[in-house]
């Protein structure tokens, strides 16, 4: 496949590959040309929710990336997986870098020897074999994420965190109480979370691929943000969006899913949680009725219920999420995934 390959290097300690602490660095960014191997997109596997071929995910490892993400019970979107590895390795198995990191998602080698997987079952863990280093890659960044919703009061969702850790290693997200800000080696951390954060977009299958499409969970204004902190909230900042809605308002799924919670939900009052075709989330709270139920099916567009202010709230509204997993603690920002979707505020 063809590829541009950019190499930034930095000062000792900054680390562009797992657990490399104290190293002096060299991150490896390809990005595809237009005349790359994918060859076109081609037919997603069942359920998919990635973008496969060109401009995408390899065909090859389409299904390695899906199964590896399925196997992780933490909500580890297989987009965050394809953009790690385009960032760190442009989806070459033979990657290697002058500090050590190996393959396709540059496992250092004591880091390998943590978290090898022998992913096809040939009686070997290779670092250099996807069918290995990608379920690797990917047993790695569940321990992360499963780390990260323990810090619910740590900079960046759980998710951010754990490529954080992955990055630089888990040290520093607790050194840093988070993601390490820009002022750490010279924002390779940082820049290395925002990179893959932006790319997993492009690397998610678009509204187009799924039925029903996508809109808006409802017709009012938006109100407090995402990541606004406060002591009003439990874990220091606001984990949704709020929309300025009065009791009674029509609500409805953005996008097409299963309804995986419809119900009592603590300080969110009665809610709604919805499974995407991505492996996405969303939720829905302080509903004043529910017109769905676990286990229903929907598209986007479907009404779920109506807006009330059931659970702490401080009037009525509607208090929406996008989570990589359906419980508390898992939240993303809703805003590049409404408009990966088509949809602006």
Known sequence: MGFKRVVALVGAGAVMTPVALGLG?????????????????IQQPTGSGLRIGKNGVPPQYAQLVLDASASCDQGLPPAILAAQLKQESGFRPDAGSPVGAQGIAQFMPGTWETWKVDGNGDGKASVWDPEDAIPAQANFMCSLLKKGKKHPEYRGSPIEQALAGYNAGWGRVDQYRGVPPVTFANGETYNYVKNIMAMSADMAASGA??????????????????????????????TGIDFVVPVGSPLRSIGPGTVVTAGPGGPYGTQV????????YSQYAHLSRLEVRAGQKVEGGTRIGLSGATGNVSGPHLHFEVRTGPDYGSDISPIPYLRQHGLNI
Do not use: C, K, N
């Open 209 to 238: 691929d799924a039925s029903g499409g996508w809109t808006l969970p409802t017709d009012g204004p938006a109100g407090t943000p995402y990541r606004q902190r406060g002591p009003m909230w439990s874990s220091g900042y606001h």
């Open 25 to 41: 660095v060299v991150m490896l960014i390809a990005v595809f040309d237009d005349e790359d191997g994918g060859g076109g997109s």
């Open 273 to 280: 949680v919805i499974r995407h075709p991505d492996g996405m």
